[in-house]
T-cell receptor
Framework: KAGVTQTPRYLIKTRGQQVTLSCSPISGHRSVSWYQQTPGQGLQFLFEYFSETQRNKGNFPGRFSGRQFSNSRSEMNVSTLELGDSALYLC??????????????FGPGTRLTVL | GQQLNQSPQSMFIQEGEDVSMNCTSSSIFNTWLWYKQDPGEGPVLLIALYKAGELTSNGRLTAQFGITRKDSFLNISASIPSDVGIYFCAGLGTGTASKLTFGTGTRLQVTL
């Protein structure tokens, strides 16, 4: 079974630009969550999509948005990039059987550098 | 954003030694997960714990879900060089669905 895939793996952008990252979950998984990882803040939850609906959201500004398609693939978008948005963006997929039984499997991440 | 307290922050050990790390929270969690992350990669799930007091093993790894539901520990026995990496605990709380709250990480380095 293929794991979670994320594209692109590396991205360099300049301040003010926008970026779209893509995530394909494990086959059969309908939940996709996004996380930001930085040296200072660690791993922080961005949002979760399940059945094409945003189910949960972390404490990030509205510049961070996402969506999920009918095949469970998800994209996240960051508009008006700032230097502080430089991070590893991780996507995790889950069967989301319940709130308790919800093992999340991560992709390799997209390394975003904002210059 | 919130992070769980994880200790130690880093550790150097010799090959063959046992390792222990723990994670504490001020909040109760229903599920504890332990992950390992290698440089430039995403975290890999090692062990999942679902019940307070539960003790679960995965090869040389053993983890326990604390009775208070506010802590968890991970033990690695007879460490080997490929155990090098950063270990994260993560908790899932009530009503937070898929929102994992992660620990600050324990960086493990193994010397021969």
């Amino acid at each position: 079974k293929a794991g979670v895939t994320q594209t692109p793996r590396y991205l360099i952008k300049t301040r003010g630009q926008q970026v779209t990252l893509s995530c394909s979950p494990i086959s059969g998984h309908r939940s996709v969550s996004w996380y930001q990882q930085t040296p200072g803040q660690g791993l922080q939850f961005l949002f979760e999509y399940f059945s094409e609906t945003q189910r949960n959201k972390g404490n990030f500004p509205g510049r961070f948005s996402g969506r999920q398609f009918s095949n469970s693939r998800s994209e996240m978008n960051v508009s008006t990039l700032e230097l502080g948005d430089s991070a590893l963006y991780l996507c995790a997929s889950s069967l989301r059987v319940s709130e308790t039984y919800n093992e999340q499997f991560f992709g390799p991440g997209t390394r975003l550098t904002v210059l | 954003g919130q992070q769980l307290n994880q200790s130690p922050q880093s550790m150097f050990i010799q090959e063959g030694e046992d390792v222990s790390m723990n994670c504490t929270s001020s909040s109760i969690f229903n599920t504890w997960l332990w992950y390992k992350q290698d440089p430039g990669e995403g975290p890999v799930l090692l062990i999942a714990l679902y019940k307070a007091g539960e003790l679960t093993s995965n090869g040389r790894l053993t983890a326990q879900f604390g009775i208070t539901r506010k802590d968890s520990f991970l033990n690695i026995s007879a460490s080997i060089p490929s155990d090098v990496g950063i270990y994260f605990c993560a908790g899932l709380g009530t009503g937070t669905a898929s929102k994992l709250t992660f620990g600050t990480g324990t960086r493990l380095q193994v010397t021969l």
